[in-house]
């Protein structure tokens, strides 16, 4: 079994009384493009940083390319592409200088294949910084990524902000790296633009993980069913798969199944008389919007309950 290019083992990071990651374990293998999905704040950056050794884990540990996030940090950087969604870069330099200043932190052939990627992303090199686009920086941060061929590339919301031409260029430059076996480790809120390029998906919310899958078995393992009428005579027990959201509307429920398919469903609702049902394949925006509303549901229940705790803790303060 071949070592997986990247690693989180039950990684839990707390600041102050926020919990970042609670627990969190994923991982990916070479020439795949693995996606992390959730909303600002569900810890994607957080685990993105305990990988590149920019934060130590509390519990937990973290390997990259084969070596130990909290000790071979810098030995870590060097071996991984990295581009943030704010690209950091000195504006009075030109673009040309800006990959020689940085081809010294890397061997030979590192300047030269900067070049090669500016050529082929249109952007001229004796351009200042300051002078660019938002999307030609974008670019210029990705070559500078690139330039030294790593083992792994990560993306941090990287066409946060960009027109749709560059965000097009910036997935099909994922695709490539993943095709040259290498692999790739987005993180995004573009739900749509994930579902194009990515292998597998991890899906974070409020810092647990709330599913990995390989995104082709997902989409075959999930259904979406739209019931009409009596569902008493449901036995939920029974059902087939595991229903990980619920939704009404007006006299329409919408169930969302996962780990099975139309035909155990069919053969479920076929049973069942008065109960009029549809059964749909759900998009990948459509999973994690219900997985997101889901847990607000849950968030919200949790918070109610709590009250009345929080209330006697607090009469008894006094």
């Not at 759900?282 to 968030?299: A, G, H, I, T």
Request: net charge negative.
């Amino acid at each position: 079994m071949s070592q997986a290019a990247f690693e989180l083992q039950n990684v839990t990071k707390r600041f102050r009384r926020q919990t970042a990651l609670d627990g969190v374990s994923f991982s990916g293998n070479s020439g795949e493009v693995i996606a992390i999905l959730g909303e600002n704040g569900a810890g994607k950056t957080t685990a993105i940083n305990i990988l590149l050794g920019k934060l130590k884990a509390d519990d937990g540990s973290a390997h990259v390319l084969g070596l130990d996030s909290a000790v071979h940090s810098q030995e870590i950087r060097q071996q991984v592409g990295y581009v943030p969604d704010e690209p950091c870069l000195y504006d009075w330099m030109t673009v040309g200088e800006t990959g020689w200043f940085a081809s010294g932190f890397y061997p030979s052939g590192y300047y030269e294949r900067f070049c090669d990627l500016m050529s082929e992303y249109r952007v001229p090199l004796d351009k200042k910084i300051k002078q660019l686009s938002r999307g030609m920086k974008a670019k210029v941060s990705l070559a500078l990524s690139l330039a030294h061929e790593p083992g792994l590339l990560i993306l941090d919301e990287p066409t946060s902000g960009l027109d749709p031409l560059v965000r097009r260029e910036f997935l099909e430059s994922m695709v490539r790296v993943a095709a040259e076996g290498r692999t790739v480790l987005l993180a995004s809120h573009q739900v749509a633009e994930v579902e194009r390029v990515a292998d597998a998906v991890v899906i974070m919310i409020k810092g647990k993980l709330v599913m990995q899958a390989r995104l082709e078995e997902l989409k075959q393992s999930c259904c979406e069913v739209v019931l009409t009428g009596d569902i008493t005579a449901l036995d939920k027990q029974d059902l087939p798969g595991e229903v990980i959201s619920q939704e009404t509307s007006g006299s329409q429920q919408q169930w969302l199944f996962l780990n099975t398919n139309e035909n155990e469903l069919r053969n479920y609702f076929n049973q069942i008389s008065g109960l009029i049902y549809e059964i749909r394949t759900p998009s990948l925006e459509d999973v994690l919007l219900r997985l997101l509303m889901s847990s607000r549901e849950k968030s919200d229940e949790q918070a109610v309950s709590a009250k009345p705790e929080e209330a006697t803790a607090s009469s008894l303060a006094k």
